[in-house]
Every structure is written in structure tokens, then in C-alpha cells.
């Protein structure tokens, strides 16, 4: 069984500080695209980031480049997503998914990828 298990969301002030995990088991997780997307209300899942577990390599979008920072524990089959400067923009609930046997080469839409979690709140307070 898949499972991929965010945590790490919740209330944190502009400029401040977040980091999410994603927990993920029951595919190959080292080779892999891994991504992170978020949803805000009224709004379309948007791409935030994704790695390539195979080699590292990752890719972010033009809102969060600078801030986010995208890395992966083989050994722990984990994601992290670091975000920093956080912005009440940024609020939204964010997602972690997974598509297996491929890499990140750019920002993929959601269908792109077949497996996700339930997703975990970020808030950002002006």
C-alpha cells in the first residue's frame, strides 16, 4: 500500500520559519520524482517544488525560488520542504506526491503524479 504522510503545517507569522516532511512508503521511493503542491481556497493546486530521489536533483517554482529549499533522506524514504521569508501568500495547504521511475526536469501539473497525501495547513499571519 502507498502512503505518503505529510506533517510539520500549521501558524507561523510573515518572515518566519517552516519546515514539512513527507513520509512515504509502499513505492520506489529512489526512483522517484517527489513533489511538493499547495492549494489555497478558490484557488488551483499549484506546483511549489520537486525532487529527483535518484540523483538530487530539484526544481522549484518562480514564487517560492530564493525561499524554499527541497531535499530528500533516502535512507529515511522522507522529504523535507524548508520554506523561509514565509508570506500570508504562501498560506495554503500543501501536499506532497509521487510519480515513480522518472525525474524532475520542471514544474509538472498535478496529473503528472500518481500517488499523494492528505495534505498538511500552512497559515502565514500578516
Known amino acids: 500500500e502507498v502512503q505518503l504522510v505529510e506533517s510539520g503545517g500549521g501558524l507561523v507569522q510573515a518572515g518566519g520559519s517552516l519546515t514539512l516532511s513527507c513520509a512515504a512508503s509502499?513505492?520506489?521511493?529512489?526512483?522517484?520524482?517527489i513533489g511538493w503542491f499547495r492549494q489555497a481556497p478558490g484557488k488551483e493546486r499549484e506546483g511549489v517544488s520537486c525532487?529527483?530521489?535518484?540523483?538530487?536533483?530539484?526544481t522549484y517554482g518562480d514564487s517560492v525560488k530564493g525561499r524554499f529549499t527541497i531535499s530528500s533522506d533516502n535512507a529515511k524514504n522522507t522529504v523535507y520542504l524548508q520554506m523561509n521569508n514565509l508570506k500570508p501568500e504562501d498560506t495554503a495547504v500543501y501536499y506532497c506526491?509521487?510519480?515513480?521511475?522518472?525525474?524532475?526536469?520542471?514544474?509538472?501539473?498535478?496529473?503528472?503524479?500518481?500517488?499523494w497525501g492528505q495534505g498538511t495547513q500552512v497559515t502565514v499571519s500578516s
Open positions: 506526491a509521487a510519480d515513480e521511475y522518472r525525474d524532475c526536469w520542471k514544474i509538472d501539473g498535478p496529473d503528472w503524479y500518481d500517488y
Open positions: 525532487i529527483s530521489s535518484s540523483d538530487g536533483s530539484t
Open positions: 509502499g513505492f520506489t521511493f529512489d526512483d522517484s520524482a
